[in-house]
């Protein structure tokens, strides 16, 4: 089974840590879905990451939702998804949080790279990253987001944080900082979050996918 995936992606880490989480093994690539040489189209018409292309001759999968149901079908055991269907939804709520964010902070970094971004599209942006996490925030309690259990939720808050720190270290500092000077540390403004994310650092799956910024060469926007 073949990944492929953006090194800073918080969609394609959500899927990584499922694969890992499940002991299913497979290749991993990293690409760039921005650059001319992408081969992101030829696997998906909406041109992004990440993408799975199964061993079998099944059709690759792309929008990281999709292929994490995907994985819950082929891959049932350890379950990432509860069996409640109180705490399913409990789970997909969360998981809708943590990817609007998501969404968001990449509409953002893009409108960053322009000679002359939008400030209005920047404070909307940002108003939804603040919003989101701030949920997040009161959501968070001492363990893990939905009952004692490793969950889908799990994966995307942690996925979600880790591109917090790459906005940390990224222009997104000044651009951010101009709309509010609280922002960063993240750690400090959303501290429950930050034991969150301290508490799952070791493990194993979390460890090994940190994302990492990749070098954007051709123009985007
Ligand atoms: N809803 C999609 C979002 C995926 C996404 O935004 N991927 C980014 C990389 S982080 C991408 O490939 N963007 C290229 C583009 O939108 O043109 C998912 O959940 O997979």
């Given at each position: 089974m073949l990944l492929i995936s953006a090194s800073p992606s918080p969609f394609a880490r959500k899927v990584r840590i499922a694969l890992m989480e499940k002991?299913?093994?497979?290749?991993l690539r990293n690409e760039i879905?921005?650059?001319?040489d992408t081969e992101t189209p030829l696997y998906n018409p909406l041109e992004q990451l990440p993408i799975l292309i199964p061993d079998n001759d099944e059709e690759p999968l792309y929008g990281s939702d999709f292929i994490l149901d995907w994985i819950e079908v082929e891959y049932p055991?350890?379950?990432?998804?509860?069996?409640?269907?109180?705490?399913?939804?409990?789970v997909q709520r969360i998981q809708v949080l943590a990817e609007g964010v998501m969404d968001a902070l990449v509409l953002s970094f893009f409108e960053c790279q322009r000679d002359h971004p939008s400030p209005d599209w920047m404070a909307r942006q940002f108003r939804k990253i603040l919003g989101g996490l701030g949920a997040l925030e009161l959501r968070a309690g001492e363990g893990l987001f939905v009952a004692d259990q490793f969950t889908l939720a799990d994966v995307a808050v942690?996925?979600?944080?880790?591109?917090?720190?790459i906005a940390e270290q990224q222009e997104m500092q000044v651009?951010?900082?101009?709309?509010?000077?609280?922002?960063?540390?993240?750690?400090?403004?959303?501290?429950?979050?930050?034991?969150?994310?301290?508490?799952?650092?070791?493990r194993p799956s979390v460890a090994a996918t940190g994302p990492f910024m990749?070098?954007?060469?051709?123009?985007?926007?």
């Open positions: 002991g299913v093994e497979f290749e879905p921005w650059h001319a055991e350890p379950r990432l998804l509860p069996a409640d269907k109180r705490e399913r939804l409990a942690v996925s979600l944080l880790g591109m917090m720190d651009a951010w900082r101009d709309l509010d000077p609280t922002i960063f540390p993240w750690r400090a403004r959303f501290p429950a979050l930050a034991r969150f994310e301290g508490r799952l650092r070791d990749f070098d954007l060469r051709q123009k985007v926007m």
